[in-house]
């Protein structure tokens, strides 16, 4: 960065603290801003708090500077943290990195390579055994004309112009089109919708299918290509707060990825989602399925429909059927449980709750549960877990005693163990493990997590662990939480690991016991100071550290 430049930023860094302390309370020493931009347009924070008072500042906006951050230091990955310590007597201080970031544990975060990420579920997923598609090319392109009368009929009337959608581009276009996709996925469109688009081009926006504008094939090509598909972007923020890849749908019909090359967009619902024709389907799905993908998406899929054809099928029945509410020349089609579910209630139907000391054995479990939370459970018996298809997350707490061998049985991925004394011996080569987190305050023993093929990620931060230099074996190791004595003595028995991607501060914990059990890393654990995080974000990222702390001054009112 130039003289003039950096001499900028700074510029902004003081007005900024400026308005904080024209908007400070009466009595207030110190104020801290953490904030961040996420391009030349868009910023936030997550807090901005005055001491001694506690009071926050919601009323002064800070979108203009912290913009211009952005724009002077040219970030680029899309998030640019700017935490900013202004104090009464007219100093400040600023963070600016786009690696090191506070997190919602009370901790923080260091991304040390964004383009090193851990493989989705969906690449260990098999594909189905039979893959028929369920849509027919000469159903659909009957029902398209069945749905354009139906809708004729509703919407028409004196002095309105019968709706005709585009008429298709020339055959060799189309096969032009066609042919791009076949040479960048090996895949082609399925026969039904290629019917379609051999009578229509889309629908020139007027929003046929569910109020989504359906493409033309054109965009629909170019909304396909890698470099258009912005939704797909990975972040290890994101990441860590939802790890599990689930779908929404029937069992296992859809990949468990964000996002997939051969999920091709075919119509938006212009809010950034998408519906797709999915042409690599889970083992329990068809090809030519529909899904919605995008933006509010990106921690899974949700199954629409097994293909255009019933799509179709479905409008026009309601059209039918009278589930419709037509007003001002506007059609809104109530389609049932097609229409967008919650997302938060299916997840919760597929997991299951066992607590207290009758949960031995496990009871309730059904070959759909995901997600198995058990707590304050002695000698809990997880025998009826065994060969349970879809358990990828399996959280406990206070459970003495349990035997973690029926574990091996299952395709667990996420693991979240709170107990007294942790016996990983059980674990010893699981094929599906990735993410693990400990809390006890017994010694446990990580050599049995050497042989995990999948293990990618470690939260030793509230666990007891005799030997950290063992972590220097895990070759597979993409991110790692300790506590800031845990990496000192890493680094001192070890050095830094090697291939790590990210890396977390977790906060210190005080005496009571309780912080071992407790989910509340605030109530029984000292967060890092900014300072304290910045010097281990330098000592961890070495000369390639991403942190700028820049100092100046104020004119006080």
Known sequence: ???????????????????????????????????????????????????PSGHGGGDIDLHPEMTAVYTLTGATSGHLTIELVVEARGRFEAVISESLEATGEHGFLYVLDRDAVPAEPAEFQQGPSAAVPAGDPREAVALLGAYLRERDRILG???????????????????????????????ALPDDLRALYALIDGDGGEGLLDRHPWFSLELLESQSRPENRWWSGFSWRHHLLQPLVADVGPPLAIRRASDHPCWIPFATSTGGDFL?????????????QVIRI???????????????????????????????????????????????????????????????????????????????????????????????????????????GADLTPLRDTPVELLDLAMDAIDLAPLEGHPTLRLLALR??????????????????????????????????????????????????????????????AAGLAPEPRR?????????????AQEPSLRQAVRWGIELAGEAADVRVLRGRFRRR
């Open 1 to 51: 960065m130039t003289v003039d430049r950096e001499s900028e930023l700074t510029g902004v860094l003081r007005t900024m603290a400026e308005k904080v302390a024209a908007g400070a309370p009466a009595g207030w020493r110190r104020a801290e801003v953490r904030g961040y931009a996420t391009g030349p347009d868009g910023s936030g924070h997550r807090g901005l708090t005055f001491e």
């Open 157 to 187: 009337g004196p002095g309105r112009d019968r709706y005709a959608p585009p008429p298709a581009i020339p055959e060799a276009h189309r096969t032009w089109l066609e042919t791009q996709l076949w040479r960048r996925y090996g895949v």
């Open 276 to 288: 797709a024709v999915d042409m690599a389907p889970g083992p329990g799905g068809r090809p030519g």
């Open 294 to 400: 995008g933006r509010n998406h990106d921690d899974g899929p949700v199954y629409v429909a097994d293909s255009v054809t019933s799509l179709l099928r479905r409008h026009v029945d309601a059209l039918r059927a009278g589930s419709y509410l037509a007003e001002q020349g506007e059609l809104w089609i109530d389609l049932g449980d097609m229409e967008e579910p919650d997302r938060y209630a299916h997840e919760e139907s597929r997991s299951l709750t066992v607590a207290g000391p009758d949960a031995a054995p496990v009871r309730g479990m059904h070959p759909q549960v995901q997600h198995l939370r058990v707590s304050n459970a002695p000698w809990v018996d997880f025998g009826p877990v065994r060969g349970a298809p879809m358990l990828w997350r399996v959280t406990m707490e206070n459970c003495p």
């Open 440 to 501: 006890t305050e017994h010694p446990v023993d990580l050599t049995p997590l050497l042989s995990c093929p999948r293990l990618y990620a470690l939260d030793l931060s509230r666990a007891a662990v005799p030997d950290l230099g063992v972590l220097s074996e895990l070759n597979g190791l993409l991110y790692l939480c300790l506590r800031r004595g845990q990496w000192e003595e890493l680094w001192q028995r070890a050095g830094h690991p090697a291939g790590l991607a």
């Open 512 to 524: 009571e016991k309780a912080w071992w059990w407790s989910a509340d890393r605030a109530y029984h």
